[in-house]
C-alpha cells in the first residue's frame, strides 16, 4: 500500500475530487479547465494550470494518480516539499507552454487554411478532406460534386472556405487535459535522480534502468508524435516537453549532476 507524502495526498485529492465533480455532479470542468489552442476563441490563460487537474475518463486519471502515488513520495522525500511543488507544477506548466507554441507555429490545418483562400479549388479542398477527415468527405460527397462541376461559382467557393475554417476552429477548440507532462517530469526525475534503480510499470512490467526506460519511452513518444494517426488523441509532446522541463528543473534547483 502507497505512503503518501503531503504533497503527494493534496495532488491526489484534488484530482479525485474534479473527477467525481466531473462524473457525479455532471457539471462539464473540461469544458471550462481543459487547455485550449491559442488560436481559440475559447483560450484562457488559467487553463494553462487547471488543465492538470481535469482526465478525460477513469483510465486517464488512474494511470497519470498511479505513476504519481509511485514515484511522488520518493521525490518528495528526496527534494523536499516545496521543491516537489515546483517540480510537479513546473513540468506540468513547462510542458503546456511549449506545447501551444508547437501548435501556434506548426498547425498544419491553418497552414493549409491560409494557402487555401489564396487559391481555392476543389481538388485541393476534395484532397484534404479525403487525406485528413474522410468522414466529413463522405458528409460533403454531394457539395464536393457540385463544386467540382462549378468551380467558379462565387457561392460555392465561399462555402468551401467557411467548411475549412469550422474544420479549423473544431481542431483549435479540443481541450487539452490532464497531468501527463507533471507526469512525465516525475517519472523523469526519479530517472535523473535515480538513474539505476530498476523499474517496471503496469504496461511495462520487466525491470529496466529507470535511465533506460525513460530513454526508450522517451524515443516511443517521440516516434508516436510525428505519426499520422487520427485515432489517436494523445498529446506525445507534452510528455517529451515534461521530462525536459523536469531535468532543467533539477539542474537549476537541485543542483545536482545528472547522468
Given at each position: 500500500?502507497?505512503?503518501?507524502s503531503?504533497?503527494?495526498?493534496?495532488?491526489l485529492?484534488?484530482n479525485?475530487c474534479?473527477y467525481l465533480?466531473t462524473?457525479f455532479?455532471?457539471?462539464?470542468?473540461?469544458?471550462?479547465f481543459?487547455?485550449?489552442?491559442?488560436?481559440?476563441n475559447y483560450?484562457?490563460p488559467y487553463q494553462?494550470?487547471t488543465?492538470l487537474?481535469?482526465?478525460a475518463?477513469?483510465?486517464?486519471l488512474?494511470?497519470n494518480?498511479?505513476?504519481?502515488?509511485t514515484f511522488?513520495?520518493?521525490?518528495?522525500n528526496t527534494?523536499?516539499?516545496k521543491k516537489?511543488?515546483?517540480l510537479?507544477?513546473?513540468a506540468?506548466?513547462?510542458?503546456?507552454?511549449?506545447?501551444?507554441?508547437?501548435?501556434?507555429?506548426g498547425?498544419?490545418?491553418l497552414?493549409?487554411?491560409n494557402q487555401?483562400?489564396?487559391?481555392?479549388t476543389p481538388?485541393?479542398f476534395s484532397?484534404?478532406?479525403?487525406?485528413h477527415?474522410?468522414?466529413?468527405?463522405?458528409?460533403?460527397y454531394?457539395f464536393i460534386?457540385d463544386?467540382?462541376?462549378d468551380a467558379?461559382?462565387?457561392?460555392?467557393?465561399?462555402?468551401?472556405?467557411?467548411?475549412?475554417?469550422h474544420i479549423?476552429?473544431?481542431k483549435?477548440?479540443?481541450?487539452?487535459?490532464?497531468?501527463?507532462g507533471?507526469?512525465f517530469?516525475?517519472?523523469g526525475a526519479?530517472?535523473?535522480?535515480?538513474?539505476h534503480t530498476k523499474?517496471?510499470?503496469l504496461?511495462?512490467?520487466i525491470?529496466?534502468?529507470?535511465?533506460?526506460f525513460?530513454?526508450?519511452y522517451?524515443?516511443?513518444?517521440l516516434h508516436?508524435?510525428?505519426?499520422?494517426?487520427p485515432?489517436d488523441?494523445?498529446a506525445?509532446l507534452v510528455?517529451?516537453?515534461?521530462?525536459l522541463i523536469?531535468?532543467?528543473y533539477?539542474?537549476?534547483v537541485?543542483?545536482?549532476?545528472?547522468?
Amino acid at each position: 500500500m502507497f505512503k503518501l507524502s503531503p504533497v503527494v495526498k493534496k495532488i491526489l485529492i484534488i484530482n479525485l475530487c474534479v473527477y467525481l465533480v466531473t462524473s457525479f455532479l455532471h457539471i462539464d470542468l473540461i469544458r471550462i479547465f481543459g487547455l485550449r489552442d491559442l488560436h481559440s476563441n475559447y483560450f484562457r490563460p488559467y487553463q494553462i494550470l487547471t488543465h492538470l487537474f481535469v482526465h478525460a475518463n477513469f483510465s486517464h486519471l488512474f494511470s497519470n494518480m498511479l505513476t504519481l502515488c509511485t514515484f511522488g513520495p520518493i521525490l518528495e522525500n528526496t527534494l523536499s516539499s516545496k521543491k516537489f511543488t515546483g517540480l510537479y507544477l513546473t513540468a506540468g506548466i513547462g510542458a503546456s507552454i511549449l506545447y501551444l507554441v508547437y501548435l501556434y507555429f506548426g498547425n498544419a490545418n491553418l497552414d493549409f487554411y491560409n494557402q487555401y483562400i489564396l487559391n481555392p479549388t476543389p481538388e485541393l479542398f476534395s484532397n484534404f478532406l479525403k487525406n485528413h477527415y474522410e468522414l466529413m468527405y463522405n458528409a460533403y460527397y454531394e457539395f464536393i460534386y457540385d463544386f467540382s462541376h462549378d468551380a467558379t461559382n462565387p457561392a460555392l467557393v465561399d462555402k468551401s472556405i467557411a467548411i475549412l475554417k469550422h474544420i479549423c476552429s473544431l481542431k483549435f477548440d479540443v481541450p487539452i487535459v490532464g497531468a501527463s507532462g507533471a507526469i512525465f517530469g516525475l517519472l523523469g526525475a526519479f530517472a535523473f535522480l535515480f538513474p539505476h534503480t530498476k523499474i517496471g510499470l503496469l504496461l511495462f512490467p520487466i525491470p529496466v534502468e529507470a535511465r533506460y526506460f525513460v530513454v526508450f519511452y522517451g524515443l516511443y513518444e517521440l516516434h508516436a508524435s510525428f505519426q499520422s494517426n487520427p485515432g489517436d488523441n494523445v498529446a506525445h509532446l507534452v510528455h517529451l516537453c515534461g521530462i525536459l522541463i523536469a531535468y532543467l528543473y533539477l539542474k537549476i534547483v537541485n543542483r545536482k549532476k545528472l547522468f
